[in-house]
């Protein structure tokens, strides 16, 4: 927010700043500048009309100096500057090589004569990396699935946010909090969606000095709903109970008939021993007349029919 403002309120000083005849245009691009730390950060000063002197200042330190029409007189190895015109020296390049997060803030172009300072200002951020460290993961169909994605070291915080399967994810869908540490920042943004197709996750971090953002990503498998395997189980006791039931009555009724059926010939067995010995001596006689312990009425009756 205060950078946006900041940057409106340039923009409307340009815009709006009479162009007087005693002072002369020095232009700074851009007045505000994102990079990464340990990175070239560059600034181009334009200037109307005949000068001698250009400074340069990192928060009120002077870096360097450019005597008209081409002498750069740095302060150190760490500034460097160029004439980028070939007409003249009316377009002055000015570079900081491996930026340190203490360079950020003002960086002022002050031309002497009649010239206003000109200030930018530098952000130096960093990033860190981003990690969904539950990994891969396996949901049962409409569960609701939370994703955890953790940036560390990054400066200041990243923004975060997820997509699903290349496509953005609701903002609604995910909280995000960050904690200092040090000098860094790190954040844990918590997805909830609910589980309805094989897809890829990813969080994505990202800062303005970022040029590509920084991602990680999981896949999320949909397994079947367990509530299928208890209506299959239940089906399969059902049926099992089912035909068990059905088994023991049969098994009842089977053992029962047979019960039945040997009871009256049992005893019409009986009865015709009984009557057989009583009408045919012979075969009384027979049976004294032996001793045989394999004896057995059965045979009997085949052998009388035989005699
Ligand atoms: C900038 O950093 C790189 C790598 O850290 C190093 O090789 C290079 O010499 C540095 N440049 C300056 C001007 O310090
Ligand atoms: C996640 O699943 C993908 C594809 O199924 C696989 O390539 C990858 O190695 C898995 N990652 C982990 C951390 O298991
Ligand atoms: C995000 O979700 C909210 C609430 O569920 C909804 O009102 C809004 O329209 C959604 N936004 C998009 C871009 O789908
Ligand atoms: C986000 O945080 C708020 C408050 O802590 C909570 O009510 C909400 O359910 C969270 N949303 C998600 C998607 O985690």
């Known amino acids: 927010m205060d950078v946006c ?19 002369q245009e020095l232009k700074l691009e851009p007045m505000n500048s994102y990079v990464l730390r340990d990175s070239d950060v560059g600034f181009r000063a334009m200037v109307q009309g005949s000068w001698v002197i250009m400074t340069w200042f990192v ?10 029409p081409a002498e ?10 160029r004439i ?24 002022t172009c002050n031309v002497q004569g009649p010239y206003k300072p000109q200030t930018a200002q530098l952000h130096v951020q960093e990033s860190g990396t981003v990690s969904i460290p539950g990994g ?5 169909q409409d569960q609701l699935v939370e994703f955890q994605c953790v940036t560390t070291s990054w400066f200041p915080v990243p923004s975060v946010s997820w997509s699903q399967n290349d496509h953005a994810v609701n903002s609604s869908l995910y909280n995000t909090s960050s904690t200092a540490e040090g000098e860094v920042f790190t954040s844990t943004s918590t997805l909830k969606i609910q589980a309805v197709s094989n897809t890829q996750v990813e969080c994505i971090a990202t800062l303005p000095a970022l040029k590509t953002p920084k991602s990680s990503f999981v896949f999320m498998q949909i397994a079947p709903k367990p509530t299928d395997w208890t209506v299959l189980i239940a089906v399969v006791v059902s049926f099992g109970g089912c035909a068990l039931l059905v088994l023991f009555v049969v098994g009842i009724i089977f053992c029962y008939r047979r019960r039945k059926e040997k009871m009256p010939i049992y005893q019409n067995e009986m009865k015709r021993v009984t009557t057989e010995s009583q009408s045919s001596p012979r075969a009384d006689e027979q049976r004294n007349g032996h001793v045989n312990p394999s004896y057995v009425p059965e045979d009997h009756t085949t052998r009388s029919r035989w005699n």
């Open 5 to 23: 403002w900041n940057f409106l309120l340039s923009l409307f000083i340009i815009w709006t700043r009479p162009y007087g005849a005693v002072t």
């Open 72 to 81: 750069v007189i740095p302060s150190s190895d760490l500034y460097s500057a």
């Open 59 to 68: 928060k009120e330190t002077q870096v360097l100096t450019v005597r008209a």
């Open 84 to 107: 980028c015109s070939t007409e003249g020296p009316n377009c002055v390049d000015f570079t900081m090589h491996n930026v340190t997060r203490d360079q950020a803030g003002p960086v």
């Open 136 to 140: 891969n993961v396996t949901a049962i």
